[in-house]
């Protein structure tokens, strides 16, 4: 009964260095998405995917990469990362029917970029 | 654009005592209203919702009402225990199941 599984929970990277948070969920869910938050902003939407096959940006996207290959699986890829993206970073995925706004959390993971 | 204001936390209170936290909304339209929970160390998990006006959400003793007027969703609870401690986030949502609009968030503090 895993849910959804984030990997790593903390990271410490160096400005310019690139990493992958990785995301995996084994509910079939056909939503996944990406958030960070970040003190007194509560969590914004980095991006998201419905589908295999399928992403688009959410509300903070710039300096982030996401692919989705299959239904279990949604990286999200930091390309040259900047003190700015020092974050706690979260993974979400619920089912997409209309009207179901349950997401279901990972534990985040904790990225420092120094 | 469509956003949510939480009262600033911490908000610290004793066991037993009773919690309100303030959550208001600017939205174009009707949205559908959410508590959201975040324990230390987890991901925030649904604490309950309301979808239209007058509905009044519920769940292990929180409530919540849906209130067009005010344009608020309140969270309420009759008695406070040390393990409701953690941070509560309202969020709204449209008929677009594709984004959440977060609050800041409050975090509580309930000590015995």
């Known amino acids: 009964n895993a849910g959804v599984t984030q990997t790593p929970k903390f990271q410490v990277l160096k400005t310019g260095q690139s990493m992958t948070l990785q995301c995996a969920q084994d509910?079939?869910?056909?939503?996944m998405s990406w958030y960070r938050q970040d003190p007194g902003m509560g969590l914004r939407l980095i991006h998201y995917?419905?589908?295999?096959?399928?992403?688009d940006q959410g509300e903070v996207p710039n300096g982030y990469n996401v692919s989705r290959s299959t239904t279990e699986d949604f990286p999200l890829r930091l390309l040259s990362a900047a003190p700015s993206q020092t974050s706690v970073y979260f993974c979400?995925?619920?089912?997409?029917?209309?009207?179901?706004?349950?997401?279901?959390f990972g534990s985040g993971t904790q990225l420092s970029v120094l | 654009g469509d956003s949510v204001t939480q009262m600033e936390g911490p908000v610290t209170l004793s066991e037993e005592a009773f919690l309100t936290i303030n959550c208001t909304y600017t939205a174009t339209g009707y949205p559908s209203l959410f508590w959201y929970v975040q324990y230390p160390g987890e991901g925030l998990q649904l604490l309950l919702k309301a979808t239209k006006a007058d509905d009044k959400g519920s769940n292990k003793g929180f409530e919540a009402t849906y209130r067009k007027e005010t344009t608020s969703f309140h969270l309420e609870k009759g008695s406070v225990q040390v393990s409701d401690s953690a941070v509560y986030f309202c969020a709204l949502s449209f008929n677009q199941p594709r984004k959440l609009i977060f609050g800041a968030g409050t975090r509580l503090a309930v000590h015995p």
């Open positions: 979400a995925s619920k089912t997409d029917r209309v009207g179901n706004e349950k997401l279901f």
């Open positions: 995917s419905v589908g295999a096959g399928i992403t």
């Open positions: 509910m079939n869910h056909e939503y």
